[in-house]
């Protein structure tokens, strides 16, 4: 048995270990982790409200564990910040930034031709007169197998993918193959790429003695000039009304919509005005000296006609100046100002609110609102596109124009004359063919089979001899039917002229008037344009 000291004595030994074995723990434990440690927040940084992000960003970079990749970095969190100020503040790359700005600036540099895809081939629709293509030989019809070397038929290759490997800078080439009726090898055409003008009415032409049409698809560089030839020319027609279609037209450069709405308001008339926390408010109004003050004016919109559209319309309505037609605009009251960077990159921030000249802002509401970006899908849930008493308003937003007419302020431009969505010819015959894009494949068909023809046709009157030459509606049930889309009883009364006005319109887009062919034969079915009509 041990002695009462031996007994004492390891115990002694033992709290040594003890004590040592924590020691060393703590200095293992110190080494592998370190304690926390404290970064002073200095008056610099306390006296400015980015200072804090600033010291994060500058602890990552003197802390972290491995080397960071500071550009990567930025280009990925800009995005973020500018996402939370709101839904239109953007940050662009430098590639994204010139993309974005190209179709706004009225021109593009490429090969000069327009496309569809009805069936994973792009087919060449139009060939732009004077343009690369045309002097190369390109022939609307031609279908598009390959862009160089990169085959982009039969691929389920995007529209957007293709549009990119065809455009390219000013003076490069691009050898473009295509699928010719009549050849059987693919036919190489070198094609220097030019800088294509991109316009922005589409088309302009009168639908009787007194009442022109003019559709603008855009805010572009060149609008207000494009606009003022198609009015000459339709003033020279005899034109006393205008249908002016903004209808998914989503905006663009905002002084061009001050020079439209200047052209048809009198002196002194307020066209809209600006304001923002750094931006004092900016009034705009009217000089007198529009060249369609005489002109009786209907403006048609949507649910995608948006910012630059809505203060046209607005200056139009808020003014008593014109009679507003369609569906609830976007809502999109927010203005932004392009900032460049000098490596290229740049901003498009949000500086300031547009207001119509009541005083209303038709931005809608986006603060705390998560489905900001499916409001167009609510709109068609909750019935609005089909009847006006589902459009939402807030009284106390409400605002009188001069001449006693209601207008509300706070999501888009609500229409004087509402015009809900087509449903009459609606059947699922109709559905079954649009599903397979039937109308628009069978049209190619038929200018595949009369292409020489198709070239020949200059003007309305020779297309409607043409058309008439053709069954197209048995050669169209046949067509359809090879498809599996046959109608039920009552089907081809309800959807048949429809689905053959779009035939007919298609295929005077491959006739040289493209456009101008396609237009006048759509409008037919076009519901919110006949109503427009029916008010002269």
Known sequence: MSSKKEIAANIIIAAVIVIMGFALVRSISNRIAPQPKT????????????????????????????????????????????????????????????????????????????????????????????????????????????????????????????????????????????????????????????????????????????????????????????????????????????????????????DQAIMLSNDFLEKGKLITYMEGLHSERNDIFADGNGFSQDIELAVLINEYSASSSEIFTGAMQDNDRATVYGVRSFGKGLVQEPITFSDGSGVRLTIARYHTPTGRCIQKPYTGNDDYAYDILERFQSGEMMSADSIKVNDSLKYVTPGGKTVYGGGGIIPDVFVPLDTLGVTDFLVKCNRQSLQIKFANKMCDQYRARIREIKDMDALERFLGTLDLKGLFLKYAAENDAVPKPGEWERSGEYILTQVRAVIGRYTPMDDDAFYPIYLKIDKTVQRALEDE
């Open 39 to 254: 970064v002073k927040i200095d008056r610099a940084a306390r006296n400015s409200d980015w200072g804090k992000l600033m010291l994060v960003l500058n602890t990552i970079q003197e802390n972290y564990v491995d080397s960071i990749d500071q550009a990567q970095i930025t280009e990925e969190i800009l995005p973020i910040i500018l996402s939370k100020l709101d839904p239109h503040s953007v940050y662009f790359t430098p590639e994204d930034f010139e993309t974005a700005d190209e179709d706004l600036q009225g021109g593009f540099d490429g090969i000069g031709i327009q496309f569809n895809v009805p069936n994973d081939t792009a087919i060449v629709t139009n060939v732009i007169a004077g343009g690369p293509s045309e002097k190369a030989g390109i022939l609307s019809g031609d279908r598009i197998m390959k862009v160089d070397d990169r085959d982009i038929a039969g691929v389920n290759m995007p529209q957007d993918t293709m549009v990119r490997l065809m455009r390219g800078k000013k003076g490069t080439k691009v050898v473009i193959s295509v699928k010719r009726e009549g050849e059987n090898d693919l036919v190489p055409f070198d094609i220097i790429r030019d800088k294509i003008p991109q316009k922005s009415v589409d088309v302009a032409f009168l639908l009787n003695d007194t009442t022109g049409y003019l559709k603008l698809s855009k805010f572009s560089r060149t609008s207000y000039l494009e606009y003022l030839q198609a009015m000459l020319k339709l003033k020279g027609q005899g034109m006393k009304r205008l249908i002016f279609d903004l209808r998914d037209n989503s905006g663009g450069y905002l």
